[in-house]
């Protein structure tokens, strides 16, 4: 048994992918918060200003042995868009940017030829704008933004905003979904 890794990705609101990333066998947790900003422990107030260059993100720990990296990825690229700028839907501003941090070399490679395959194949109409940093520091949400999908599924944002998201992985990644 391999130990357990991470991943670090913004894909717009954090709710969306938490609950996306919730879904998948291999996944053993996923937590909701912030990186790429400049200041040290931002709040949810600082960074829905857009000043502060944090984005929303989520940091999954998984087993390799059950879920590779390039799944992760497979799965962030069809659950959000990855073609527009600093947002998804109707949150707008650079903390809802498409980004990737990755951990180390391996990952870099991974989501840069997974990047530049996609560009290729001609799957999304205008170009992948993601962003491929370096992983420098992520801080935790707040705990009303954690496992909000599953305390709050009834509210409106994630009816009509996140179950569209988990139904289209549900069809697309049906192996890789829990069997509960």
Known sequence: MLAMKTATLGGGCFWCVEAVYQQLK???????????????????????????????????????????????????????????????????????????????????QIAKDMIDNLQESGKFKNSIVTELVPFEKFYPAEDYHQNYYRRNRNQGYCRFVIDPKISKVKREFKLMLHDS
């Open 26 to 108: 291999g996944i053993k947790r996923v937590v909701s918060g912030y990186a790429g900003g400049a200041i040290e422990n931002p709040s949810y107030e600082q960074v829905v200003t857009g000043t502060t260059g944090h984005a929303e993100v989520t940091q999954i720990t998984y087993d390799p042995d059950v879920i590779t990296y390039k799944e992760i990825l497979e799965v962030f690229f069809a659950a959000h868009d990855p073609t527009t700028l600093n947002r998804q839907g109707n949150d707008v501003g650079t903390q809802y940017r498409s980004i990737i941090l990755y951990h180390n070399d391996e990952q870099k």
